[in-house]
C-alpha cells in the first residue's frame, strides 16, 4: 500500500546517494562504468556477473532493490570481481585490487554512519511479505 511505497522511494534515495558518494570519489573512477569488453576480451570468460556503479544506479531507477542487502550483494560484485580479474603481483593489479578493498570498506563505512536500523528492518518486513 501507500506507507510500503513511501518506504521504497525513501530506500531508493538512500541507494542513491550511497552509489552517487562512491562514484564521485577518484579512487573509483575504473568502478563507475561496465569494463569494456571489446577492450578486455577475455573480462566475461573470468567475471560471471559484471556489476559498476552506473548499472547500481539503473538497477535502483528500476526497482531492483526492496531492501538494503539485495543492494550489498550487487555492490560487493564491484570490489569482488577486480579481485578476482586482477590477481597478478604486477602493480597494475596491485593498484586496482588496492581501489577494490577501499571501495568495499567505503561502502560498509557509508551504509553504517547513514542507514537507520528501523528503516532496513521496515524494508525486510516489505521484502518477507511479497
Ligand atoms: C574494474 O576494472 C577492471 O577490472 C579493469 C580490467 C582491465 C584490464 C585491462 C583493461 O581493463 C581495470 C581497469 C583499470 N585498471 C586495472 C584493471
Request: hydrophobic share 50%; no cysteine; aromatic share 0%.
Given at each position: 500500500e501507500e506507507q510500503e511505497e513511501d518506504v521504497l522511494r525513501d530506500l531508493r534515495l538512500f541507494l542513491r546517494y550511497v552509489t552517487e558518494s562512491l562514484a564521485q570519489d577518484r579512487r573509483f573512477k575504473a568502478f563507475?562504468?561496465?569494463?569494456d569488453t571489446e577492450e578486455v576480451p577475455d573480462y566475461t570468460l573470468v567475471v560471471k556477473a559484471p556489476m559498476d556503479l552506473s548499472t547500481l544506479l539503473t538497477n535502483i531507477d528500476e526497482q531492483k532493490y526492496v531492501t538494503v542487502d539485495e543492494f550489498v550483494c550487487d555492490a560487493d560484485l564491484i570490489w569482488k570481481n577486480a579481485l578476482e580479474y586482477n590477481p597478478d603481483s604486477d602493480p597494475m593489479d596491485r593498484h586496482i585490487r588496492h581501489r577494490a578493498c577501499a571501495l568495499r570498506d567505503a561502502l560498509r563505512s557509508i551504509i553504517r554512519a547513514e542507514l537507520n536500523e528501523g528503516f532496513q528492518r521496515a524494508c525486510e518486513e516489505i521484502r518477507a511479505s511479497r
Open positions: 563507475a562504468k561496465p569494463v
